[in-house]
């Protein structure tokens, strides 16, 4: 079965046995790992991927579904010389251990800041509900998903500095 | 998962069509978060997966001359979003939103909640609750039926080999009823419910009594049941919270509940006491802000 | 036909500008800030914070992290690799009779079949070397593995476990820690008793400070098993050189130890074991012995390919490590202002199907289940029992956050028997600087007292109080 599917704003083809799930399709065909396999059954959210705007299980869905659809995945959020604000907020908020479900959240994160750009702390935890995380207690991230919104609202520049200079 | 053949339905007929040319031997794909897990575990599995995830004709949400009509393939998330659902039956968005997380609601699709046929779903006891009636297609003519007989048992429809749940609709004596729904599971998001329970009712705004009480209980039998001893208790009673405690503890003692690993039956009894009553009074409390609202208090 | 030289060309465009020093924002934080020498050693005195105590740091993975960059056991690929699946017992006590693998090897893709009898040493374990690779002759838990099978694909690694069959005589099992204490109990691991281990303290004169106590309390509590769950379930990869030495690139968290054990059940020099560790998704303490790693060695060595296997949700948690359940017992004599005089525990561990962890569980649960308070009279026994259930090991606290919802609870019920505060029968009792352990140790740096009422301070502890 041949799939063709805009990944990260790229054309892609491929040719997969029906039963591959989007999730194998990303991983093993198109050497994009970082969507997780954590649970394989749609529970712990480390696959979550951005299909057509909205945050899916992609271990849920068959390649054969995302024919012909738009899917963002985590490597399509840095540009080639600056990281997401998503992104920058996690890393100076420290809110990543381990970084396994890392990718997952911050793109539950960013389907979340696309549809609200000012959500309360509850709409953060419900945006959040489908993504498990084992090692952080979610605190951190979602003080940084606070942050990121305001610098994507416009209403700070670039966030917080850490107290380590990079240059 | 073992390997399959895999078509794309183009439209609810086309989708008939596919299931009657592959019998027995084929499963139909909607959202997929119920059937993939089950694929994933299963010792055998179909040959055929028909996607009906495409097909237009299955979506939509409309008030027609019959009442609001659901397509069966509208997901948990369009229903949440959902104007003419959340002017009307907020209740239905409320119940939308306690099923899974985000991802699967995305996915998810009311037919294919109610499909499922577990008596812990989350979208069926609010449309019982409201009397709906569901609309389904096959090989043979469509046919209608109330959604409360469409459950035969736990992981049981009637529908027949080659059917398809095509649509779901309150009926149009409904509309605008005030309805509540409540779950109860273990844990705020991503939890399976110990008991589910769903109210619809008039107020008579002269006499402040119950009309047309309709109680439905999930995850305490077989199927998703209806409580009718309590609403006959209630018809023509004054609304007042005693009534309410009342109801609900008639309610329980109708209820059928099961011990497991997750609750005992005497937990789940006192549950649906309590749910019933609060999903009494959060009925009662928006039919009386939409009397007040509609100027006729 | 895949596409993947488009992805791999922004991939590398970022890589490449990491490279270059472009692009500011995606430099690695690894540049350390200029030292100046000679370097002025810091020792900082008990209680004195130092500099770096309160500074905000960058984690240094943070970034790659973020980026999705961050390659764990199973985004890591080799040529010509094969998966591996392990056949789960699923029955608690038995005999292995027959184990017939020749439908599975028979299959088209399956490119070897291993069983327990083919491991050169089967017995492996931190302390004791009580758990085997793969059950050979008996099963002492539902999750022990009796067949593995390497396979081009997962999903005929699958299919072909079910092809192996196994013959099984079902033996008893015990499940309870209280039953697997007595002498009748059936035995997980004939002919030695269930008790596996024991640990006992004594201080003081215990029936002196009974018979001196104005009260005395008993309390009984449970704590069930868990499972860490760590989001990354259990992977590794195994290959061979051609000069005999084996690569392993595990999830295991300590290599040094594994490796041993590794070298040990193949059989090997440990020179011939290399384990390369990334970052781990998680650990906890469940990663931190090998599970699956000789198998996959010797099905890479058996098919000259490399072999990666990674558990299901389910296998992390029937075949890997929980954390002990444990029953405890708790007497404690007080005066009638809740000092305590004397305090006596027992402790059963619900040590599952191997050792793994469990004497270093016990010992420390058996030293800290006393609680941090001053107590002269103490008795604490402590056991730990076989059990037909999955292996019972490290988790994060390691038998401490057992004891402590035990003598917590048991001085909220003596304080409310007696009618006094919590946070007051706690103030009575609380270790002070140069308190003595239940073992005797001397204990400096102690600020348990301070914090308890820096808290009620905090807390409004008075004042929410009736």
């Known amino acids: 079965m041949n799939v063709t599917i805009k990944v990260n704003g790229e054309v892609h083809c491929a040719s997969v046995a029906p039963e591959t799930t989007l999730l194998s399709l990303l991983r093993d065909n198109f050497n994009l790992t970082g969507a997780k396999l954590g649970c394989d059954v749609g529970d712990c959210g480390a696959c979550t991927v951005i299909v057509d705007g909205m945050p899916v299980n992609s271990c849920l869905m068959l390649a054969g579904q995302a024919d012909g659809r738009e899917v963002l995945t985590v490597e399509g959020l840095a540009a080639p010389d600056r990281l997401h604000p998503i992104q920058k907020a996690f890393e100076d908020h420290a809110a990543l251990q381990c970084g396994f479900c890392g990718p997952a959240v911050i793109l539950s994160a960013k389907a979340l800041l696309d549809e609200n750009p000012a959500p309360t702390l509850q709409e953060i935890r419900d945006a959040l509900a489908g993504n498990l995380c084992r090692c952080t207690g979610y605190t951190k991230m979602i003080e940084a998903i606070q942050d990121a919104a305001a610098v994507l609202r416009g209403e700070t520049a670039d966030g917080p500095r850490t107290g380590v200079s990079h240059d | ?225 209806r409580a009718p001893q309590a609403e006959a208790w209630l018809e023509g009673r004054a609304i007042t919270p005693e009534a309410m405690v009342e109801a609900g503890r008639i309610a329980a003692g109708e209820a059928k509940p099961i011990s497991d690993f997750r609750a005992s039956a005497a937990y789940r009894r006192d549950l649906v006491a309590v749910l019933t009553k609060r999903a009494l009074e959060g009925a009662c409390a928006l039919a009386r802000a939409r009397l007040e609202r509609d100027g006729q208090r | 036909m895949t596409d993947k030289s488009k992805v791999a060309e922004k991939t590398k465009e970022i890589a490449v500008n990491l490279l270059r020093g472009a692009g500011e924002d995606l430099r690695l934080p690894a540049a350390a800030p200029a030292v100046t020498y000679p370097l002025e050693t810091l020792v900082p005195q008990v209680r004195q914070q130092t500099p770096a105590v309160g500074q905000r740091v960058t984690r240094p993975d943070g970034r790659l992290h973020g980026l999705g960059q961050t390659k764990y056991i199973d985004d890591l690929s080799f040529p010509g690799m094969l998966y591996a699946k392990i056949k789960r017992a699923g029955i608690a006590s038995a005999r292995i009779k027959r184990i017939d693998t020749r439908a599975a090897e028979a299959m088209p893709g399956v490119m070897a079949v291993l069983t327990g009898r083919e491991i050169p040493v089967n017995s492996f374990g931190p302390s004791l070397q009580d758990q085997p690779v793969l059950a050979d002759e008996r099963v002492f838990h539902a999750g022990d593995g009796v067949a593995a099978v390497a396979a081009v694909t997962e999903q005929i690694a699958l299919e072909a476990l079910e092809r192996i069959q196994v013959e099984y005589e079902l033996l008893p099992a015990v499940f309870d820690p209280l039953t697997a204490l007595q002498d009748d109990a059936p035995r997980v691991h004939p002919p030695k008793s269930n008790i596996y281990a024991t640990k006992t303290i004594r201080k003081g004169d215990l029936e002196k400070g009974f018979a001196a106590s104005d009260r005395i309390f008993e309390g009984r509590f449970r704590t069930q098993m868990v499972e860490h769950a760590s989001l990354e379930p259990h992977a590794a990869i195994a290959q061979w050189d051609p000069n005999g030495r084996v690569t392993l690139w595990s999830t295991l968290g300590r290599i040094t130890l594994g490796r041993v054990d590794i070298a040990r059940t193949l059989k090997l020099a440990v020179n011939r074991v290399r384990i390369i560790a990334t970052i781990v998704g998680g650990n906890f303490g469940g990663k931190n012995e090998i599970t699956q790693e000789p198998v996959l060695a010797l099905l890479s060595k058996k098919t000259g390919r490399p072999v990666k296997g990674v558990f299901t949700r389910g296998e ?74 999955t292996m019972t090991g490290a988790m994060r606290g390691f038998g401490a956050p057992q004891v402590c919802f035990a003598y917590e609870s048991h001085m909220d019920d003596m304080a409310s028997a007696l009618g006094l505060d919590p946070l007051d029968i706690r103030l009575l009792n609380v270790f002070d600087e140069g308190s003595l352990s239940p073992t005797g140790q001397v204990l400096q740096s102690v600020v348990a007292r301070q914090s308890l009422l820096q808290a009620a301070d905090r807390f409004g502890w008075r004042e929410a109080r009736p």
């Open chain 2, 1 to 225: 998962m073992r390997a399959f053949e895999y078509v794309v339905a183009r439209d609810s007929g086309h989708a008939v069509a596919l299931l009657a040319e592959h019998g027995s031997s084929a499963k139909v794909l909607a959202g997929g978060t119920d059937l993939l897990v089950e694929l994933k575990s299963a010792s055998h599995g179909p040959e055929v997966i028909v996607d009906i995830s495409r097909v237009a004709d299955l979506k939509g949400i409309a008030i027609t001359d019959a009442g609001l009509s659901i397509g069966a393939l509208v997901t948990h998330t369009e229903i949440m979003r959902s104007r003419v659902i959340g002017e009307m039956f907020p209740a239905l968005a409320d119940a939308a939103h306690t099923i899974g997380a985000v991802q699967t609601r995305n996915l998810g699709t009311l037919g294919g909640n109610l499909v499922t046929g577990v008596p812990s779903m989350d979208s069926g006891p609010t449309f019982v609750a409201l009397e709906a009636v569901v609309t389904i297609v096959g090989p043979g003519a469509r046919r209608q039926l109330p959604l409360a007989e469409f459950f035969a048992g736990p992981r049981k429809t009637i529908l027949k080999p080659g059917e398809l749940l095509a649509e779901i609709l309150v009926p149009r004596k409904n509309l605008g009823k005030p309805a509540a729904f409540l779950k109860f599971g273990l844990r705020k998001g991503q939890a399976l419910a110990l008991v589910n329970a769903a109210v619809s009712l008039w107020i008579d705004s002269h006499e402040l009594v119950f009309c047309e009480p309709r109680i439905a209980l999930g995850a305490v039998a077989p199927t998703i049941m």
């Open chain 3, 316 to 389: 992390g948690f029937v075949a890997t490590t929980t954390r002990h359940p444990f029953v405890m017992e708790y007497k404690t004599g007080v005066t009638k202002d809740g000092r305590i005089l004397a305090r006596k525990v027992r402790l059963v561990l619900d040590g599952g199907a191997y050792c793994s962890w469990s004497e270093t569980t016990l010992g420390k649960a058996a030293i800290l289940s006393a609680g941090p308070y001053r107590i002269d009279n103490l008795l604490v026994e402590a056991f730990v029992v076989y059990t037909n259930k």
